[in-house]
């Protein structure tokens, strides 16, 4: 049979446009978070917050989150993929532009505006998942580490551009809202090119996740684990996030450009691990290299807090941040190896995950006012401990039928 070539062509160029605007969703997504967390500094001292309180107001991200991850399937399955990351691109600059202007205000604008901002960047983060696992699908290949690789690369640019900012004496206001502009515009145009969705029926008829509710997603064992290892690397990657210029700036006394470098140094080397990680799965499988990079980021936390000077902070940084890499990658993709339940399963693991956004900057922020903020980051260890014995549960299933066909007829993007 001879297949022509204009469909084929249409398809391949629809794949191509899909698979940048997920790489797009990730990196702009990256952008925002980082940028805001660059400005962490600043705003504390405006506020005049010490540790616990700054956790505290850090939560208000996680709570927006969690909230909107519970939600997120069935905004998803409402609005599509394509839509949802589109109007939480919105949201996301709204809720940003709130904190840039309101912080000089005091503490309810920014709690106000985090909420908005954690609410977007939940359902934005399962709809882009959701997408990259219908790309991957079509593509015949792994390429979900390299979409979060993308947002690593975005969380580094925006690290440099606010490194940048806080040296050039930048006002956060017009720093945040230039960010929220940029990022929200990007994102709502790159995702028209988005693929619509797959919507798989079941044996009986219909899609699982209406056949069966969230509740059903919440009772799979594998699907709790997988859940729990994503909340234990999740907390290892939010610290990192959230705390290591903090940690810099006051545990070993530097300027607060020395303590944001510090902070791009941990993203590079996340970006890194994300961009090479998918040779090493390809070779050695899931479950051997998480246990490797688990005992990294170990190595690199031993190193970062408790190291003699700032070089060596560094070097823990750049171990912290390798080791960190690819765990919330390569849950996804565990949660999305049945391609007619991924949504659902996709929804639950980032869930679970996000609750270590909740618990992380108030257990952090607690145990930073009774010894330090860099000695505080101790509790790390005990959740990498955890994830290392549950990476047994990240092992690839069985291959479905739909699996099957789709690698054996890769695209070429």
């Known amino acids: 049979m001879t297949l022509t070539a204009g469909p084929a062509l249409t398809t391949d160029r629809s794949l191509r446009a899909a698979t940048r605007a997920v790489y797009a969703a990730f990196i702009w997504s990256g952008f925002a978070m980082a940028s805001w967390a660059t400005r962490i500094p600043q705003i504390r001292d405006e506020l005049r917050l010490g540790p616990s309180q700054l956790g505290l107001v850090l939560v208000a991200i996680a709570v927006g989150s969690i909230i909107s991850l519970v939600l997120s399937g069935q905004i998803v399955a409402r609005l599509g993929s394509r839509a949802t990351v589109a109007a939480m691109a919105v949201l996301l600059a709204v809720g940003l532009t709130v904190v840039a202007a309101g912080y000089h205000l005091g503490v309810p604008p920014?709690?106000?505006?985090?909420?908005?901002?954690?609410?977007?960047?939940?359902?934005?983060?399962?709809?882009?998942?959701?997408q990259g696992a219908l790309v991957e699908r079509r593509l015949g290949r792994a390429i979900m580490p390299r979409f979060h690789a993308g947002y690593s690369v975005g969380t580094v640019a925006g690290a440099l551009l606010g490194t940048a900012m806080v040296a050039l004496k930048v006002p956060v206001t017009a720093h945040l809202i230039a960010v929220a502009v940029l990022a929200g515009a990007s994102t709502f145009v790159m995702v028209r090119t988005f693929l619509p969705d797959d919507a798989p029926a079941s044996a009986e008829g219909g899609s699982p996740e209406k056949k069966g509710g969230l509740l059903e997603f919440w009772t799979e064992p594998r699907t709790l684990l997988v859940g729990v290892f994503v909340l234990a690397f999740a907390f290892t990657e939010g610290a990192g996030i959230?705390?290591?210029?903090?940690?810099?700036?006051?545990?070993?006394?530097?300027?607060?450009?020395?303590?944001?470098?510090?902070?791009?140094?941990?993203?590079?080397?996340?970006?890194a691990g994300r961009w090479f990680g998918?040779?090493?799965?390809?070779?050695?499988?899931?479950?051997?290299?998480?246990?490797?990079?688990?005992?990294?980021?170990?190595?690199?936390?031993?190193?970062?807090?408790?190291?003699?000077?700032?070089?060596?902070?560094?070097?823990?940084?750049?171990?912290?941040?390798?080791?960190?890499?690819?765990?919330?990658?390569?849950?996804?993709?565990?949660?999305?190896?049945?391609?007619?339940?991924?949504?659902?399963?996709?929804?639950?693991?980032?869930?679970?995950?996000?609750?270590?956004?909740?618990?992380?900057?108030?257990?952090?922020?607690?145990?930073?006012d009774h010894m330090s903020v860099l000695r505080a980051l101790i509790a790390i260890p005990v959740l990498l401990t955890v994830a290392f014995l549950l990476a047994g549960a990240i092992?690839?299933?069985?291959?479905?039928?739909?699996?099957?066909?789709?690698?054996?007829?890769?695209?070429r993007v």
């Open 278 to 368: 998918p040779a090493l799965l390809d070779r050695f499988g899931r479950v051997p290299v998480v246990r490797a990079l688990a005992v990294i980021a170990l190595a690199g936390l031993a190193l970062f807090i408790f190291g003699p000077n700032t070089p060596t902070a560094y070097a823990g940084a750049l171990l912290w941040g390798t080791g960190a890499s690819l765990g919330f990658p390569v849950a996804m993709s565990a949660a999305s190896d049945d391609p007619a339940r991924a949504a659902g399963r996709v929804s639950v693991v980032a869930s679970i995950g996000y609750c270590a956004f909740l618990g992380g900057p108030p257990l952090i922020g607690v145990l930073g």
């Open 242 to 271: 959230d705390w290591i210029a903090v940690a810099v700036i006051d545990g070993y006394d530097t300027p607060a450009a020395v303590g944001t470098l510090a902070f791009t140094v941990f993203l590079t080397a996340m970006t």
């Open 110 to 130: 920014v709690v106000l505006g985090l909420f908005a901002f954690g609410f977007a960047n939940g359902a934005w983060d399962v709809a882009m998942n959701v």
């Open 395 to 411: 092992r690839p299933l069985p291959e479905s039928p739909e699996t099957t066909e789709t690698s054996e007829t890769p695209a």
